[in-house]
């Protein structure tokens, strides 16, 4: 069974830095895009940053130039670092990864169980 996991969130004063990660573990053959999103209160979930297996990366205009997506493919893990944090940036931050288990001939889609960030003012 593949899992997702994210780790990272907290509270953090407006101006600071935060590393989430997600690891993805179980019966896997190979792992395509893996995407963050975030979910504030009474919003829509957005998407924030998206990353291939070939390592290229698009963000939400919201973001750019302040979160970065990275990924270690050998540990099936995916990074989102934030920097300048604002506080509309608080909201439940989700892993998103479009997967391929073993034994299997098509991907399937996976979501993390969030991490909450909290941006203070």
């Known amino acids: 069974q593949v899992q997702l996991v994210e780790s990272g969130g907290g509270l953090v004063q407006a101006g600071g830095s935060l590393r989430l990660s997600c690891t993805a573990s179980?019966?896997?053959?190979?792992?395509?895009?893996m995407d963050w999103y975030r979910q504030a209160p009474g919003k829509q979930r957005e998407l924030v940053a998206t990353?291939?297996?070939?390592?290229?990366?698009n963000y939400a205009d919201s973001v750019k130039g302040r979160f970065t997506v990275s990924r270690d493919n050998a540990k099936n893990t995916v990074y989102l670092q934030m920097n300048s944090l604002k506080p509309e940036d608080t909201a439940v931050y989700y892993c998103?990864?479009?997967?391929?288990?073993?034994?299997?001939?098509?991907?399937?889609?996976?979501w993390g169980q969030g991490t909450q960030v909290t941006v203070s003012s």
């Open positions: 179980g019966s896997i053959s190979s792992i395509n895009a």
């Open positions: 990353i291939t297996s070939g390592g290229s990366t």
């Open positions: 998103y990864a479009d997967i391929r288990p073993l034994f299997r001939s098509i991907n399937y889609k996976y």
